[in-house]
């Protein structure tokens, strides 16, 4: 989902501490699929890529690690339930196939030769998304912190998926290089506007079409990955995608705007 309020997991980096959290009981789990994770995107790197430095694994895993870091924040300072569920593990999973896509940004030559695989982790990583929430809702997990953590995997994703389109040139337009940063980076601006306006950062109400404009950015940014496609896609579902991300965004601030305190109904 891509928009539920500014707050974001940064926030909740900027204001707590994990050190007191770690041996919470949520914690032996969530550091095994960290653990595990990190292996995989490892190794997943190497497969994109065998032939880069060194430092292109070493990069992909501390994005990775950072990413599990400012979870575990987040994990400490507002999750409710004593177990960690496979609704977060799958959600970490996401976070590790996001992970593993970055290799494409750092090795471009990878989109040439790997373009199904690259589309292949973006799809399972767009698949999971309706996996993750059944699974909390059918275990009684539901919380605000898996809910943001979904919320962020989704953006790193989209943010991820563009920079890779950005940096091997799907289109050398223009306007198709707005279209890609709109809908890579739409929701950190978002995010960042909510720094300077704090009502930005109030709970919005849950609207569907905010989860298939997610859908539809994902699976368009994935679409680009494959050359075959990629033409048709750029010149028409490129521009829709990124329009209705800019009307989800413009009614979702609009609303909040009309409901911030101090505002006359």
């Not at 970055?102 to 799809?123: C, G, Q, R, S």
């Not at 009684?140 to 898996?146: H, I, N, P, R, W």
Request: net charge positive.
């Amino acid at each position: 989902m891509l928009t539920s309020s500014g707050m974001s997991m940064f926030d909740t980096f900027r204001h707590h501490s994990a050190r007191a959290c770690i041996t919470a009981a949520p914690m032996p789990a969530f550091f095994a699929v960290a653990l595990v994770g990190l292996i995989v995107v490892g190794a997943g790197t190497w497969a994109l890529a065998p032939g880069a430095a060194l430092i292109t694994p070493a990069i992909t895993m501390t994005v990775f690690a950072l990413a599990m870091t400012i979870t575990l924040v987040g994990l400490c300072a507002g999750y409710p339930h004593r177990r960690l569920g496979a609704c977060n593990m799958v959600t970490q999973v996401r976070a590790m196939l996001a992970a593993i896509l970055t290799t494409a940004i750092i090795v471009p030559a990878v989109a040439d030769h790997a373009a199904i695989a690259l589309f292949a982790l973006a799809i399972t990583a767009l698949s999971l998304d309706g996996i993750d929430g059944a699974l909390a809702r059918h275990a009684g997990l539901t919380s605000d912190f898996g809910a943001r953590f979904d919320m962020e995997v989704d953006a790193a994703l989209g943010a991820i998926l563009s920079l890779i389109l950005i940096r091997t040139g799907v289109s050398d337009t223009t306007f198709a290089q707005a279209c890609l940063i709109v809908l890579g980076f739409a929701r950190y601006g978002f995010v960042v506007a909510g720094w300077r306006f704090a009502w930005l950062k109030a709970p919005l109400p849950y609207r569907l079409s905010r989860r298939v404009i997610c859908v539809v950015q994902i699976a368009t940014l994935a679409g680009l990955l494959l050359p075959a496609v990629a033409s048709h896609l750029a010149s028409f579902a490129l521009p829709v995608a990124a329009s209705l991300i800019l009307w989800s965004f413009a009614r979702d601030i609009l609303w909040l705007a009309r409901n911030r305190p101090g505002v006359a109904a």
